[in-house]
């Protein structure tokens, strides 16, 4: 994406996430905040219960890293006429604001198009750009996680209530993943036709692509699946099941199709006889006595730590993998060998912040990227790259235009 320019008016964490993508892939993305506020998100102290630290803020870093800042009230003619300059510059406008703030503040795709017909525009939603609610706002906590049915499908009916997300901005940053590809097809279209496009993406249709085959086959039988409590679930394979660890932990077994594993997994599990057993040497045995698989296997696997299996199952030819919690993932040794982890400078000044890389690598290169920038801290640097002399900025800090 080098030479690629990105204009984004956007706070929180959706569509900003496309940004951060963008700007991981090379481009150079200008993030448009009030000079005052900053993105809204500035301003958050708590997450999930958690408390936050402004100088080394994750729902800051995530979806802003690599990005260059710029103060604009977009709400001023001063600072609308500045919004113009820099959009003459750029190959994509992005934001997330609705439709009656980008009528307001007059960077709808009409006002954005009259200054660079050959922009490419694209919107964040919560519900999408059309139809009765297109005007109606909402977080991924309401679009992606309680609307769309994603929350209900990972509450078990037993609990009788609702699970929360539990993970903040988990649809915004699948959703900003979906534009910023959108946004690669178009940047391609427009290369090879010369026309662009208008870009729309949802957190209601993230959600619904994210959980694409279940609601498929719900349209199709009128039933949904559920998540189920431990103690209910189920297999009639015996091979994909959660087994607990001695100390806790837990196992998940998920050899989908057990033909030509059987063996080699009863003998990881430290039950080389059950494989000449004819209760489960083959596949349809196997699963027509699957709750005394399951029964055995539980024993085998409560039997040891769980890091005894994590080491002991790492040879063994069926896919399983260890129960882990996300801070458990970054010292995952494969997590690290694939770069999934990135240091940035922290602005504090204090040792570098680690941020989750993108999830697409090129030619096996770890990202290289910046640290999210401070409120405003571009300003003067782009708008002088535009040719805009002191004195012009000196007048739009005065009238509170730009910061």
């Known amino acids: 994406m080098q030479g690629v320019r990105v204009l984004e008016v956007a706070q929180f964490t959706f569509v900003p996430a496309a940004g951060a993508i963008l700007a991981d892939w090379g481009a150079d993305v200008i993030k448009v905040e009030h000079p005052v506020r900053g993105d809204t998100q500035r301003g958050f ?25 710029v103060g604009i009230d977009v709400s001023t003619p001063g600072g609308q006429e500045i919004l113009y300059e ?140 559920r998540s189920l409590m431990p103690d209910d679930a189920t297999s009639v394979n015996p091979f994909m099941a959660n087994y607990r660890t001695s ?53 085998a696997i409560g039997s040891k730590p769980f890091e005894y299996w994590r080491q002991h199952l790492k040879t063994m030819k069926g896919q399983w993998a260890p129960f882990q919690s996300l801070v458990d993932l970054a010292g995952d040794d494969q997590a690290v060998a694939n770069d999934m982890i990135v240091e940035v400078e922290a602005t504090d000044g204090g040792k570098p912040f680690k941020v989750v890389r993108g999830p697409v690598q090129f030619n096996h290169e770890p990202l290289e990227t910046t640290r999210a920038p401070q409120a405003s801290e571009h300003t003067e640097i782009v708008l002088m790259e535009l040719g805009i002399d002191w004195d012009r900025i000196s007048e739009l800090k005065d009238s509170g235009a730009i910061a």
């Open 45 to 69: 102290i708590n997450m999930g219960g958690f408390q936050l630290d402004p100088n080394r803020h994750p729902l800051i870093e995530h979806p802003n890293r690599g990005k260059r800042s």
């Open 86 to 225: 820099i959009a003459k510059t750029a190959d994509v406008f992005l934001t997330n604001y609705l439709p009656a703030q980008r009528q307001k503040n007059k960077f709808d795709v009409e006002h954005i198009r009259a200054v660079n017909p050959n922009i490419i525009y694209a919107r964040g939603s919560a519900y999408g750009d059309k139809g009765p609610e297109r005007d109606t706002g909402g977080f991924d906590g309401t679009a992606f996680w309680t609307r769309s049915g994603v929350g209900h499908a990972l509450t078990p009916e037993a609990i009788n209530g609702a699970l929360s997300q539990g993970i903040p901005a988990f649809g915004d940053s699948i959703g900003g993943m979906n534009i910023a590809g959108g946004i690669a097809a178009a940047l391609f279209h427009r290369e090879r036709t010369g026309e662009t496009a208008e870009i729309d993406v949802s957190l209601l249709s993230t959600a619904w692509w994210a959980a694409g085959a279940s609601v498929t086959q719900g349209m199709e039988t009128g039933e949904t699946m």
């Open 247 to 299: 100390d806790g932990g837990t196992i998940n077994l998920c050899i989908v199709s057990p033909t030509g594993y059987i063996r080699d997994a009863f003998e990881h599990l430290g039950l080389p006889e059950l494989a000449d057993d004819p209760r489960f040497c083959d596949v349809m045995p196997l699963i027509e006595n699957a709750s005394e698989g399951v029964e055995l296997i539980a024993q």
